[in-house]
């Protein structure tokens, strides 16, 4: 019996070391999610679904600002629009994440129509949200590495295949760099028409909720004493924003709207003259989303400078 525990013993401190490892070396690729839970506490933050997850990249927010004296570094704690949705429960796994020493960091939130929206059968003002159950609202612990809680509670989000085909990877600083592109023009249409109807499936049974647009002023409010905020409209394709516009035409009022009332700026880069190219129609691709970041900087800091004038 003796001989049985110590090779049972001997088996699980293996085991655990090659988990180690694999989180360790690879947790960025075997989950689009794990090294968000991994890194310190956020000095200033990106916020939003899958759009500012690949769209908006810290680094290039980093080096802009490196030479300026708002609290970097910048993390991206932007998830997919199955868990990045407005709301209590983002709200408190949001500033958990943060550093509560900060008090001049940058806020950027990307916000979309979805992220705002309640589906039948879940009733947002008693309490029944869709995300709850998921990551980042099912963790209690937001920066140790490695982080067991994690693959513990969310193991069906790991791919390990992935450690092999490295077609994407989650940064340290929490950009998921995808780098499977479309190969031709008929690859591009078809994925672009595939989220186009994903989007249209979802709005059968969705409809902007009350709630959530409370969250999203409640969560400014909270992130204006941490530093300065700003609403983003990230760019897509005229097909697809034409089709948010449709079936959320009060959308764009209620966050111009939200941004008054809470004395923060908002950029709806859809009525900017610019292009950006994307490889589905929605996800800006990596080689674009660094002029965009870029961009965004510049407004952000021509923002700031009228800010600090006007103090």
Known sequence: MKTLFIKLGLFSVICLAILTYILMSYGGHVDYFYEKFT???????????????????PSVINEYFKDKDYELPMFNYSFTIAQALIGPLYNKSILKKIDESTTNGIFIISITPEMLTEHEGFNNK???FREAGQPPHNMELVDVNPNYEYFIKNLSFFHFKAM??????????????ENNLPADEKVFEDWKENQINLFLKDVKTAKLSDTRIQSLNDLILELKQRGHVYLLRMPISEAFYGYEE???????????????????TYFNFNKLNKSYQTYDG?????????????DLCNLINNDLKQTNHIK
């Open 282 to 294: 929605h996800h800006i691709n990596k080689f674009y989303g660094k002029t965009f970041t870029n």
């Open 164 to 177: 092999f085909k490295k077609n994407s990877k989650t940064h340290k600083d929490g950009w998921l760099e």
């Open 246 to 264: 449709k079936y959320y035409p009060k959308f764009n009022n209620i966050v111009d709207s939200i941004s008054k009332i809470t004395n923060s």
């Open 39 to 57: 890194t310190p506490k956020a000095k200033s933050m990106i916020i939003g679904d899958s759009r500012s997850f690949q769209g908006i990249q």
């Open 126 to 128: 008693e309490g029944e």
